[in-house]
């Protein structure tokens, strides 16, 4: 049976009721996304949203809509992160009970964010499924109401209002870029910009090791992922919903997939260039118009949907952007064990330019022989040049390298 899309009017009428309520995120001008990614590129900022995200919108027109005696049952949901806290704030503006179900291992920001809002936070399995069926099996035995994350018609319109928001800000805009978790958002973008400005180009971006959109559309219904395995737990999802894959079969143009190499890539750009803050889901729509930007009609709209990120995630995410861009490099090689020979090596990088960031010694090994020692440094570069720059001067100088 064919499912209902959202319409414009639903959407508007969303708007409305989201006024002073969802802020008006900017958009931003960046020559250096635009540089990066060969084509005029926009970042719209929504990870500086309430809550940090665009869950807000969706949650409070889904909650704000309900009958009274439904809020009076309060409001349950699932999520691993993002979806928690629009419910949560969103519960608490309307005077709603609410409680949220979360992985034991969501970051620890959104756990308390969530809890800050007033929730009550119930920590359960290790994946978003895992506190999604907790989370069902606790709404039935307590006649609560399950506001789902992504898959329902008054959600999907609150998710909406950012497409018309978007279209008052950049009114010739080309294409739109939407990262993809379970399709709330990108569902409700693409029926406000179709509606609106048919020939806007919508792409949507998933995560390489959680690609269940792209996996659902080769099969014509949802499809369930055996597994993933992605940095971008936000848009970690492994069955994407009946209701936002029918408006991504009706109105998105393609869906693409990015590495999380390629999402730590753009993490660091917005950090460094557009001094944004975004957590990886955030960032994959940036990472897929740096990785094909010349081919979209332009100018480029990328939708940084979250900011929520741990720190400690966040700096070992920059350290491997780093090392994608070669700014980041870890070099083995073997000296003679006797004194002055480290100083001699860590002399010799100091010459070529590499800052030393760590050191460790080993003395056993296979490959070693009695009056060896391998070293492995961990070193800041200036990029990929500067790598095989360095390199050669060990090598010339008599240190193997690996």
Not at 345 to 373: F, K, P, Q, S, W
Request: charged share 20%.
């Amino acid at each position: 049976m064919s499912q209902r899309l959202v319409g414009i009017d639903a959407i508007t009428a969303a708007a409305g009721r989201l006024a002073g309520i969802a802020q008006r995120t900017p958009v931003e001008t960046s020559r250096a996304m635009s540089a990066a990614a060969g084509v005029r590129t926009l970042l719209k900022c929504e990870h500086l949203q309430r809550t940090g995200s665009f869950k807000i919108r969706g949650a409070y027109n889904r909650i704000v809509l309900m009958a009274p005696e439904e809020k009076a049952r309060g409001v349950v949901c699932a999520s691993a992160g993002n979806h928690a806290q629009g419910v949560a704030l969103s519960a608490q503006l309307l005077g709603v009970r609410a409680r949220v179900f979360m992985p034991a291992g969501a970051p620890l920001p959104k756990v308390e964010a969530t809890r800050g809002y007033g929730a009550e936070v119930v920590l359960v399995g290790d994946t978003f499924d895992d506190a999604f069926e907790a989370a069902e099996k606790w709404t039935a035995e307590h006649d609560a109401v399950f506001v789902h994350p992504f898959d329902h018609l008054d959600l999907i319109a609150g998710q909406g209002t950012l497409g018309l928001e978007l279209l008052e800000q950049v009114p010739d805009v080309g294409t739109v870029v939407v990262p993809i978790g379970g399709g709330g958002l990108i569902a409700g973008v693409a029926a406000a910009l179709k509606a609106r400005r048919p020939q806007v180009r919508v792409l949507g971006v998933e995560a390489a090791g959680a690609a269940s959109v792209i996996a659902s559309l080769e099969h014509g219904t949802p499809a369930t992922l055996e597994s993933m395995s992605t940095i971008a737990d936000g848009i970690a999802v492994k069955t994407p919903g009946a209701l936002t894959l029918a408006h991504i079969q009706a109105l998105v143009d393609d869906v693409v997939t990015v590495t999380d190499e390629a999402i730590a890539r753009a993490v660091l750009l917005l950090v460094e260039r557009a001094k944004q803050v975004v957590e990886p889901s955030g960032a994959a729509g940036l990472a897929a118009v740096l990785q094909a930007g010349a081919d979209l009609p332009e100018p480029v709209v990328a939708v940084l949907c979250g900011g929520n990120v741990d720190p400690l995630l966040l700096a070992r995410i920059i350290q491997s952007g780093m090392y994608e861009e070669g700014r980041y490099a870890v070099l083995r090689t073997t000296l003679q064990d006797r004194p002055g020979a480290l100083s001699a090596l860590l002399a010799l990088l100091a010459d070529v330019g590499a800052n030393i960031v760590a050191v460790e010694h080993h003395r056993l090994g296979t490959r070693l022989g009695v009056l060896e020692v391998e070293v492995q440094l961990e070193v800041e570069t200036r990029g990929a040049a500067h790598v095989d720059e360095v390199t050669a001067a060990l090598r010339s100088h008599g240190y193997p390298t690996g």
